[in-house]
């Protein structure tokens, strides 16, 4: 699989609650290849929830979620090989320096355009800290690393939570920078709590708000 397979998500009625209270509801949506998607709320509306039962982490408690590529139906528990992730809760090898950890990436999920260590390296513009273990980045340095690893993955699938998390403005427009040379063909998703430079590539927007 790589970055180009076609891609269909339906959600029918999705709902997702804890406990007795329900988180969203009623949740009806048709995403295609090529779609790019903001889901936009504030804390605690659901958009990382949501983005889990799109990676296949997390059931709804009702409807369902129809996951299709090149029209076949994929399982939940194979939605992640169809996908990169990039989130404040992913967690990076911190003990790795960032050679080693593209090296190990690489290992579950290999790169657009047979994409060199080096080059990747090169894109993130950290060739500076490259011998440096990432335990010792900044939390913007590590923002970028999660991004360059999660657009530059080939996969067709791209999931983006709070892209703009610790990122300053000239790393910002090196986040826009990325989308567009690297993500136009792929299906994105990004959940933001209404930061425009997140999401304003995006030609969709769902807000949680109204699913309550």
Request: with cysteine; proline share 2%.
């Amino acid at each position: 699989m790589n970055a180009t397979n076609s891609l269909y998500i339906q959600f029918d009625v999705i709902g997702k609650k804890f406990g007795s209270e329900w988180i969203f509801k009623n949740i009806n949506l048709n995403i295609k290849t090529g779609d790019k998607l903001a889901v936009l709320g504030g804390n605690g509306s659901g958009k990382s929830t949501l983005l889990q039962i799109i990676s296949g982490y997390v059931l709804p408690n009702e409807g369902k979620l129809v996951f299709t590529s090149d029209k076949k139906n994929i399982e939940a528990d194979f939605y992640k090989n169809y996908m990169s992730l990039a989130s404040p809760y992913l967690e990076l090898i911190e003990e790795f320096n960032l050679a080693e950890l593209i090296k190990h990436t690489s290992v579950y999920k290999p790169f657009i355009n047979n994409f060199s260590e080096k080059q990747i390296i090169e894109i993130a513009e950290l060739t500076h800290t490259k011998d440096k273990a990432i335990k010792t980045y900044s939390s913007g340095m590590k923002q970028r690393v999660k991004l360059a690893l999660a657009i530059l993955a080939d996969a067709p699938l791209l999931l983006l939570d709070e892209p703009a998390s610790n990122l300053d403005k000239n790393a910002l427009v090196w986040y826009s920078q990325m989308i567009n040379s690297y993500a136009k063909n792929k299906t994105v998703i990004v959940c933001s709590n209404s930061i425009n430079d997140e999401y304003e590539f995006c030609d969709q927007k769902l807000d949680l708000m109204a699913y309550k």
